[in-house]
């Protein structure tokens, strides 16, 4: 690896120092107004200057008292019944200007003393919006830098989900780099989803469940053999896919069973899932009208009560997980807390916001470039707004330097919508005041991270699109 690049350093008005062996901040002020250029250096470049400038990021932020985190304590704590279950934790997947939007999470976060959030991004998503797990992560403690948060950050790996269309020993070890990569770029929270693999030709649903169990128990030992001294990661698994039929209470059994069998044949007295996934009525993306508006979804608010129950007091979980949930109705969130929920995933809602801010010429741009690749997945049924409104997600890495690069006045509108969105989303799913409760029951602290591991990450292409150049 080679010395630390000429100019680096000068981007953020020499705030920082790189003595050869640690990261140190010299000026908070200066570091807090200039750590951008450092986000866009990881963004939009490659190799050498990219990795260096995840590496002074991470660094940074470790010497500032932000930290990657684990949130398993919290959940086990909650699972015991130590901490009454008040809050549902929302995990925001910020698919678009993520060192943006993570700002407006924090700031959000600071008005109403929360501490009970995470940011997560899903397998698919790397691909879509043209990003690293260290390029996202790279925004996210930035963003903490630039707004002067302090603690935990809770990073997850979302959906590390495996496809039932390739050999099954392939997606294991996919898997397992991927996992790898996660934990080096500081996500110790991970959603380990092989849901895909379940088989309803199989009369019987322990038959059913076999290959999700056997693998998810295969990946949580691989997980745990790489978790940091005195870090227990929060580790979640999918008993069906999102889009399928509620999830029953036998099932929840099925897949407990067969996993903690398989995970003790791996790995002995290991432990196990914090969480897991159900299905409740819900699609990743909502269901888009022809006007572009949302279907109404009936939740089975019933079917997370009774299985969050089963999950903490037979398996000693935190509860059960709901994705797909940014396009629900508003008033549907409070019901979340109510039920016990344990975590809603968050998505779609902050993308949609970002494109309605997005001006005309690049609206029409995105979808020129969508009607030339995409046309191919319209039915024939659909109107404009419900394709691009099920396609767009694709012209994300495309025009992924485009967006970055738009006018400050329009980052700064969408930024406020977004920070409105996060804190009437954390003040209905209660997260007001959960600091505290993290500050208990989380103990955050610096792990070793190593430049070469940042340069191994550091080689996808800065992203283009019709309107960068």
Same mark, same amino acid.
């Given at each position: 690896?080679?010395l630390l690049?000429?100019?680096?350093?000068?981007?953020?008005?020499?705030?920082?120092?790189?003595?050869?062996?640690?990261?140190?901040?010299?000026?908070?002020?200066?570091?807090?107004?200039?750590i951008?250029?450092?986000?866009?250096?990881?963004?939009l470049?490659?190799?050498e200057?990219?990795?260096?400038?995840?590496?002074?990021?991470?660094?940074?932020s470790?010497?500032?008292?932000?930290?990657?985190?684990?949130?398993?304590?919290?959940?086990?704590?909650r699972?015991r019944?130590?901490?009454?279950?008040t809050?549902?934790?929302?995990?925001?997947?910020?698919?678009?200007?993520?060192?943006?939007?993570?700002?407006?999470?924090?700031?959000?976060?600071?008005r109403?003393?929360?501490?009970?959030?995470i940011?997560?991004?899903?397998?698919v998503?790397?691909d879509?919006?043209?990003?690293?797990?260290?390029?996202?992560?790279?925004?996210?403690?930035?963003?903490?830098?630039?707004?002067?948060?302090?603690?935990?950050?809770?990073?997850?790996?979302?959906?590390?989900?495996?496809?039932?269309?390739?050999?099954?020993?392939?997606?294991?070890?996919?898997?397992?780099?991927?996992?790898?990569?996660?934990?080096?770029?500081?996500?110790?929270?991970?959603?380990?989803?092989a849901?895909?693999?379940?088989?309803?030709?199989?009369?019987?649903?322990?038959?059913?469940?076999?290959?999700?169990?056997?693998?998810?128990?295969?990946?949580?030992?691989?997980?745990?053999?790489?978790q940091?001294?005195?870090?227990?990661?929060?580790?979640?698994g999918?008993?069906?896919?999102?889009?399928?039929h509620?999830?029953?209470?036998?099932?929840?059994?099925?897949?407990?069973?067969?996993?903690?069998?398989?995970?003790?044949?791996?790995?002995?007295?290991?432990?196990?899932?914090?969480?897991?996934?159900?299905?409740?009525?819900?699609?990743?993306?909502?269901?888009?009208?022809?006007?572009?508006?949302?279907?109404?979804?009936?939740?089975?608010f019933? *079917?997370?009560? !009774? #299985?969050? /129950?089963?999950? @903490? %007091?037979s398996?000693?979980?935190?509860?059960?997980v +709901?994705?797909?949930?940014?396009?629900?109705?508003?008033?549907?969130?409070?019901?979340?807390?109510?039920?016990?929920?344990?975590?809603?995933?968050?998505?779609?809602?902050?993308?949609?916001?970002?494109f309605?801010?997005?001006?005309e010429?690049?609206?029409?741009?995105?979808?020129?470039?969508?009607?030339?690749?995409?046309?191919?997945?319209?039915?024939?049924?659909?109107?404009?707004?419900?394709?691009?409104?099920?396609?767009?997600?694709h012209?994300?890495?495309?025009?992924?330097? *485009?967006?970055l !690069? #738009?006018? /400050?006045?329009? @980052? %700064?509108?969408?930024?406020?919508?977004?920070?409105? +969105?996060?804190?009437?989303?954390?003040?209905?799913?209660?997260?007001?005041?959960?600091?505290?409760?993290?500050?208990?029951?989380v103990?955050?602290?610096?792990?070793?991270?190593y430049?070469?591991?940042?340069?191994?990450?550091?080689?996808?292409?800065?992203?283009?699109?019709?309107?960068?150049?």
């Amino acid at each position: 690896m080679s010395l630390l690049p000429l100019g680096l350093l000068s981007m953020v008005e020499d705030s920082l120092t790189w003595d050869g062996l640690t990261v140190q901040v010299r000026s908070e002020p200066r570091l807090r107004a200039t750590i951008h250029r450092l986000v866009e250096v990881s963004s939009l470049e490659k190799g050498e200057r990219a990795a260096w400038a995840r590496f002074l990021v991470r660094g940074a932020s470790q010497s500032l008292g932000i930290l990657p985190a684990s949130i398993d304590g919290l959940y086990r704590a909650r699972a015991r019944g130590d901490v009454p279950a008040t809050w549902t934790t929302p995990a925001f997947n910020l698919r678009v200007l993520p060192f943006e939007a993570a700002r407006a999470v924090f700031r959000a976060a600071r008005r109403l003393d929360a501490g009970a959030f995470i940011f997560e991004i899903a397998r698919v998503e790397l691909d879509w919006t043209g990003q690293s797990l260290a390029e996202y992560a790279t925004a996210v403690l930035a963003a903490a830098i630039a707004e002067g948060y302090r603690g935990a950050v809770f990073l997850q790996g979302d959906h590390f989900q495996a496809s039932a269309k390739r050999a099954r020993w392939e997606e294991k070890t996919a898997l397992e780099a991927l996992i790898r990569e996660a934990v080096l770029a500081g996500f110790f929270n991970l959603d380990l989803d092989a849901s895909t693999l379940v088989d309803l030709s199989h009369d019987r649903v322990l038959d059913q469940q076999f290959d999700n169990a056997i693998l998810t128990a295969s990946l949580v030992a691989f997980a745990r053999s790489f978790q940091p001294e005195g870090i227990s990661f929060s580790l979640g698994g999918e008993i069906g896919e999102v889009g399928g039929h509620v999830t029953t209470e036998e099932e929840l059994h099925a897949f407990m069973h067969l996993f903690q069998r398989g995970l003790h044949a791996l790995a002995g007295d290991l432990a196990g899932l914090s969480k897991v996934s159900i299905h409740t009525g819900s699609a990743h993306g909502g269901i888009v009208l022809p006007d572009g508006s949302f279907a109404p979804v009936n939740i089975a608010f019933d *079917a997370i009560q !009774r #299985l969050g /129950e089963v999950a @903490r %007091q037979s398996y000693g979980m935190g509860g059960v997980v +709901q994705h797909g949930a940014s396009t629900l109705p508003l008033e549907y969130f409070p019901a979340f807390v109510r039920y016990g929920t344990l975590e809603v995933h968050l998505a779609t809602a902050f993308m949609n916001t970002f494109f309605e801010h997005l001006p005309e010429e690049y609206l029409k741009a995105v979808q020129a470039w969508l009607d030339a690749r995409y046309q191919h997945e319209r039915r024939a049924e659909q109107s404009d707004a419900q394709f691009y409104a099920g396609v767009r997600m694709h012209a994300l890495a495309p025009f992924k330097e *485009a967006f970055l !690069r #738009l006018p /400050e006045e329009i @980052r %700064q509108a969408v930024m406020q919508d977004w920070e409105t +969105q996060f804190v009437d989303l954390m003040e209905r799913l209660g997260c007001a005041g959960t600091r505290a409760l993290v500050e208990q029951w989380v103990n955050p602290r610096p792990v070793p991270f190593y430049l070469e591991d940042y340069w191994l990450e550091a080689s996808k292409p800065a992203g283009e699109s019709d309107l960068s150049g």
